[in-house]
């Protein structure tokens, strides 16, 4: 991974975005949904705020041995991590915004919540990083769908700019996984991806089960939902495969993502 690269467009991506304006009446009523929508985004909210402890100790690991073996761009592996969590973390803090703007109440713990956070630190690095950009592929569906269909302005503008930065994200874990993607052998690849379906199969309806009513609410149903999950799955299922069209490759070799819009 181009660290240096990553770096760089973090820090450019800091303070390019217009808050709304907060203090703008809520344009949706409770026959809206807008309770339904709080409480959606003050799950999302609770996401988004880990602290990502366990991740940079795996960074920190992952990092000394990137010195070790002399490999270059990887040094600075800690800091490009540290950026990404600090967007997460920007996104904690809108999303906080957000369901106060539309009366709801922020909560301290869900049970989704709870199975993501045990999950993610059953194994090493690369599988903390897979349960993160599995919540990521949702995340980019999400976002994408109610920036297009949210009855409220404000809610609209927060999930466009979240939605960008979850397909900055998405870039940053397919330059991460394609290294070790390609230097699989054709059965392990094959073996990682059943595994990245079965875990994104179960993840998709969990969150459609808490998240339904909400998005519901809001005209999305569960097709468009889906489809947009496994679209954002299958591109970068694509990407990171060894037979990725040259021209991402290079990008991804000269650090440079091939990016894509949000889910539409
Ligand atoms: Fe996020
Ligand atoms: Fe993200």
């Not at 270059?72 to 040094?75: A, G, S, V």
């Given at each position: 991974m181009n660290s240096p690269h990553w770096i760089a467009r973090f820090e450019k991506n800091r303070g390019a975005w217009q808050e709304p304006d907060w203090s703008a009446p809520c344009q949706m009523s409770l026959e809206d949904g807008r309770e339904e929508l709080a409480r959606s985004f003050a799950t999302f909210q609770l996401g988004e705020t880990g602290g990502g402890t366990r991740l940079m100790r795996f960074v920190r690991r992952e990092q000394e041995r990137a010195r070790k073996e002399g490999r270059?761009?990887?040094?600075s592996y800690e800091r490009a991590f540290h950026l990404f969590l600090g967007e997460e973390h920007y996104h904690a803090e809108i999303l906080a915004r957000l369901v106060h703007y539309l009366g709801g109440t922020l909560i301290r713990r869900h049970w989704l919540n709870v199975i993501f956070r045990g999950v993610r630190s059953l194994l090493g690095l690369e599988f903390n990083l897979q349960v993160l950009l599995t919540a990521e592929l949702i995340a980019e569906a999400y976002y994408g769908l109610l920036h297009r269909f949210a009855k409220d302005p404000v809610a609209r503008a927060v999930c466009g700019k979240i939605a960008h930065d979850e397909v900055g994200h998405i870039s940053f874990q397919v330059a991460f996984f394609r290294p070790h993607h390609i230097a699989r052998s054709r059965a392990a690849a094959a073996l990682w991806e059943w595994q990245f379906w079965t875990l994104l199969f179960f993840t998709e309806r969990a969150v459609w089960l808490v998240h339904a009513p909400a998005l519901k609410a809001s005209d999305i149903c569960r097709k468009r939902f889906r489809d947009g999950v496994f679209r954002a799955a299958r591109s970068f299922v694509s990407r990171i495969r060894?037979?990725?069209p040259a021209r991402l490759a290079h990008h991804l070799k000269s650090g440079t993502p091939g990016e894509q819009s949000p889910a539409a």
């Open positions: 270059p761009h990887e040094d060894r037979d990725a």
